[in-house]
């Protein structure tokens, strides 16, 4: 074997046979160092090939490698700290508009100094998909598209005109237009080559996203995570992503899914059964493997891979294999170069194949799974489809109130898209306002889709309608979708249910949702009224879906639509007939369910690989009213004072060259701002939901002359701090413990000798920052659950919170923290915020920051108000020597931004 010293990765350079592609050889460098490559899971290759590759650059090391080489002898003993390096980044709108906005303050900051702004430049490619600010404003109507892409267009103007600015001003950063597609869907059907070439060599796609659904593009052997956007601008600018090697659990599937069972009732099944599995695999790696994988195409495989995050994993992988290969061929890519290339690095999967070594190995037998949704708030809490009206008929009684009807008026659009009252109903328990058929997790499979056209086909010519007072919209990941649900004569059914193409994005899983009928949310807000959505999305948390729509059941495209012919979630829906057809007949979900055969049928009639690669190729351009936008020019961004959408952010006011003095110190008679319950997501502490009037935001806004229908959304304004602060843990279903039975965005300040006094979280911390006083949040479990963004932590760090002290973290949002310079703190074992018994009124001292150390510890004293005093001994996840100098420095931007300086100085 070689020792460390001795090694040098030019040495392991080959070519690939019958190809002048040169790449470094995993093999190769594994021989040298006696690493057992078949024993080490497959998503650690590439991570292993990418320190080997890049030995001597970035402080990466041979130890390192040798380390993760020898992964399986590491299990359970000290952990190992690695460099991880993606080849690219990926972004959605909603992320990647804070991202250039903190590039553009760089720069800004940079020109401030006397320096040439350009040192300012991302060196790793990044891709920004358009896709998260699509609104379901209107909906049913053949006019849906147009008017919402129209109205799209005009709301988000100056935010995208600042998108175009920064796709000239930095050469390594692409902007997807509007309309082409949902960013993960475009990503696995078109971004995504199967490799990538850098610095001369063909090397493995690895990437990171600004959003937590990036595991997707894990189904086509690509390692790949979800970080926040303030993590991610790091890794543009250059700086690898230190780690600690995870554990990866394995997940051997057998058999095969049984007729009249979807990737979506498989999704919901293995999210529950890795959310119950001790230990859990928050953190870690999960891989998908055995004879049981060659059963799934690979669009069932993403539909897998996508809900990592609602597992709690970092990546849901499948290994590159053949399914793989055929999969870039038939969506109009090359196939042969990549299953070539993965061969020669002894990364593709065969069946039949001893299995590598994993931390656990969990079974899953496919034949078991069963027709299935989640709901009605998490996406892990799965129930077997025939019991979604008990499920809901519990929840309901477990609310204290008198159940009430209401008298409504439902709206239609016309195929103008003109609304027009129709008769009145009675709204009740349990009705369904909202049936979507929307994101990434199932829009992206194309059997699941036109399983759902051939329901609706079945169910419109039996004479069956949608009740009155359903939103139904279809929201697919990509035109493709459209291509050949029309080419199979399914559209036409579908748009005569009501669920007509009304955008290509994001929509109503990411709370995109649009307005109902306005006697429909007047009588949600004034009466005791549980009303239902049903969606194909991937998350339900409260208040996400529609502000006033307390019960969300996800589930496969084709129950959307027949759950939408019901009208009502309180059903057994494999019993119970959803309604009649034209004859005054019951019929029944088997009655219209699509076979297998049939789906299949229908996909080899309409997939086209042409259609993929038109469909792409005409898209990248835009719509007319992004090539007609216009947009500034030039390296500098000119920041307009008067701008509602995008603002010079703060963070980097006052920015020296040399660390802050002050970061690492101890902290005395803090405050606290929040107490936060279990399960607070990052919905609850940065929403992206529609900004209402008398909401902190809200009320800004309208003082800054913003009129009140044109308040638009918080996503859409993300890339103004004086916006997002005002609405941090503002989530109208967000409850802070300490003013029990509120909601939204509320505190009780305290100041020493005086009343406590109820106000908002923002006016509370402004004045805390004006009396010198350090603030901290408290939370219970999995704190920061959710999708990654940046906002749940630039929020709290801006308001001037030092510190979050909970019982656990959610992995992305933990990294989020400490990219902001924020303290995640977690409780011992045992120790609850329950049962600390805390009210507000206390003060908390913090010691051992000042000699803190990676995964170290910092002393908490709790001093009560009655002159008691509670110790605890809190354990730091600052869990890396990077992330230490990420505090040290007060966020990693303000760290890298320094090292840019000091290199082009």
Known sequence: MISPIDFDPSNSIRTIPGTEHRYHSLPATAELFGINLDELPFSLRPILEGIARNVGQNGVTAEQLQALGAWPEHQGKKPVEIPFAAGRVIMHDLSGTPAIVDFAAMRSAVQRMGLDPAIIEPLVRADLVIDHTVTMDNTGSPASLRINGELEAERNKERYGFLKWGAQAFQTIRIIPPQTGIVHQVNLEYLAQGYLNINGLTVPDTLIGMDSHTPMANALGIVGWGVGG????????????????????????????????????????????????????????????????????????????????????????????????????????????????????????????????????????????????????????????????????????????????????????????????????????????????????????????????????????????????????????????????????????????????????????????????????????????????????????????????????????????????????????????????????????????????????????????????????????????????????????????????????????????????????????????VMCDDNTTTDHISPVSRIRADSPPGEYLMSQGVAEEDLTSLGARRGNHHVMLRSIFGNVKARNLMLPGTTGAVTKHFSVGQEATEMSIYDSAARYREQGTATVVFGGKLYGTGSSRDWAAKGPALLGVKAIIAESFERIHKSNLVGMGVLPLQLPEGVTRASLNLDGSETFDLNGIDSLEPRGTVSLTIRRADGSTQELELSSRVDTSSELDQIRHKGILPMVLRDIIAANS
Not at 267 to 294: H, Q
Not at 582 to 608: H, R
């Open 230 to 673: 303030i993590e991610a601008g790091a890794s543009m600018l250059g700086q690898p992503m230190q780690m600690l090697a995870p554990e990866v659990v394995g997940v051997e599937l057998t058999g095969a899914l049984r007729e009249g069972v979807t990737a979506t009732d498989l999704v919901l099944t293995i999210t529950e059964m890795l959310r119950n599995y001790p230990g859990g695999v928050v953190g870690k790696f999960v891989e998908y493997i055995g004879e049981g994988s060659a059963n799934l195409s690979l669009p069932d495989r993403a539909t897998i891979a996508n809900m990592s995050p609602e597992y709690g994993a970092t990546m849901g992988f499948f290994p590159f294999d053949e399914i793989s290969a055929q999969y870039l061929e038939a969506t109009g890519r090359d196939s042969e170069f990549p299953l070539a290339f993965y061969r020669e690095q002894n990364m593709v999967w065969k069946p039949g194949q001893a299995l590598p070594k994993y931390t656990y190995l969990l079974q899953l037998d496919l034949s078991t799974v069963e027709p299935s949704v989640a709901g009605p708030k998490k996406p892990q809490d799965r129930l077997s489809l025939a019991d979604i009206g008990k499920v809901f008929t519990k929840t309901a009684a477990q609310t204290e109130r008198t159940p009430e009807v209401a008298t409504v008026t439902p709206m239609k659009a016309d195929d103008a898209g003109i609304l027009t009252a129709l008769p009145e109903r009675k709204l009740q328990d349990g009705d369904i306002v909202i049936a979507a058929i929307t994101a990434c997790t199932n829009t992206s499979n194309p059997s699941l889709l036109i399983a759902a056209g051939l329901l609706a086909k079945k169910a419109n010519e039996l004479g069956m309608k949608v009740p009155d007072g359903v939103k139904t919209s279809l929201a697919p990941g990509s035109p493709v979708a459209t291509d050949f649900l029309s080419k199979a004569g399914l559209q036409e059914h579908l748009d005569a249910l009501g669920f007509n193409t009304a955008g290509y994005g994001c929509t109503t899983c990411v709370g995109n949702s649009g307005p109902l009928a306005p006697s429909i949310e007047e009588a949600l807000q004034k009466h005791d009224i549980i009303a239902a959505s049903v969606l194909s999305g991937n998350r339900n948390f409260e208040g996400r879906v529609h502000p006033d729509v307390d019960a969300n059941f996800l589930m496969s495209p084709p129950l959307v639509v027949a759950m939408a012919l019901v009208g009502n979630v309180n059903i057994d829906v494999s019993s119970q007939p959803l309604g009649k057809n034209a004859k005054g007949d019951d019929v029944f979900l088997k009655d219209i369910w699509p076979s297998n055969a049939e789906i299949a049928q229908t996909m080899l009639e309409c997939m086209d690989p042409k259609a993929f690669r038109e469909t792409y190729e005409n898209s990248l351009d835009g719509p007319a009213t992004w090539q007609n936008l216009e947009s500034p020019t030039g390296p500098v961004y000119d920041w307009a004072a008067d701008s509602t959408y995008i603002q010079e952010i703060s963070f980097f006011d006052g920015f020296s060259l040399e660390a802050p003095k002050d970061a690492l110190s101890n902290i005395s008679a803090a405050r606290m701002l």
